[in-house]
């Protein structure tokens, strides 16, 4: 997408609320000369921010809209969508965690030590494997089946929506822990938040339903 001009974003707001216009009514309109507007058309019409049909006139390009849309969604910030982690100490049994997991309706849970800071993850997976052993849920720590940094993939609350959604696709999960630096030596990250594959639809569905 190309920066547009202050002229150029006028002219588009213009012809998204009239179009069809012609040349000749938009220059009207910005009490222009033809001859003056003509390159700011021609840099809008190349980039296809609106399109220009003989005898009718410019108009909007419904495309672009929706991928301007969605650009506006991807670029929001975790930090504004983030939820509430669903935390559970390192020395939680496995079945303790599966029974959390089951009353909060989530897929994820993070293990955390005293400080908060994020010490391991626990899948939905992880927690079926474990169930599936010989081993005494309610005496097996799920420090023993979590992943653990620098294993796990993490998000702050400054990226963008559309970073979260990449990181979780390219990975193969379902949702990502919000974190910020502790302890650059120790490489400790604070759990401040979750973000999810819901939350990114959520996200969506509210900013089209503002619009």
């Not at 216009?21 to 033809?34: V, Y």
């Not at 929706?66 to 930090?79: C, D, F, M, P, Y």
């Not at 420090?143 to 696709?169: C, G, H, Q």
């Amino acid at each position: 997408m190309i920066k547009l001009s202050k002229r150029q974003d006028e002219i588009l707001e213009i012809v998204k609320q009239n179009g069809p216009i012609t040349g000749k009514e938009i220059a009207e309109k910005l009490s222009l000369s033809r001859a003056a507007l003509r390159p700011d058309l021609a840099i809008l019409t190349m980039s296809g921010s609106i399109d220009a049909r003989p005898r009718v006139g410019y108009f909007y390009n419904e495309k672009l809209k929706g991928k301007r849309q969605a650009e506006r969604i991807l670029h929001q910030t975790v930090n504004n969508y983030k939820a509430l982690p669903i935390v559970v100490g390192k020395s939680t049994s496995v079945y303790d965690a599966i029974v959390q997991l089951f009353l909060e309706d989530v897929g994820t849970l993070y293990a955390v030590d005293q400080a908060g800071n994020l010490a391991g993850v626990i899948s939905r997976k992880d927690l079926l494997r474990a169930s599936l052993g010989n081993q005494n849920l309610s005496e097996l720590p799920v420090s023993v089946i979590m992943t653990r940094m620098p294993n796990i993939i993490t998000i702050s609350p400054e990226e963008t929506l559309y970073e979260a959604a990449k990181k979780m696709i390219q990975n193969h999960i379902d949702s990502l822990p919000v974190v910020r630096r502790a302890d650059e030596q120790n490489n400790t990250y604070l759990l401040v938040g979750r973000i999810t594959k819901t939350t990114i639809t959520h996200a969506y569905l509210e900013m089209n339903e503002e619009k």
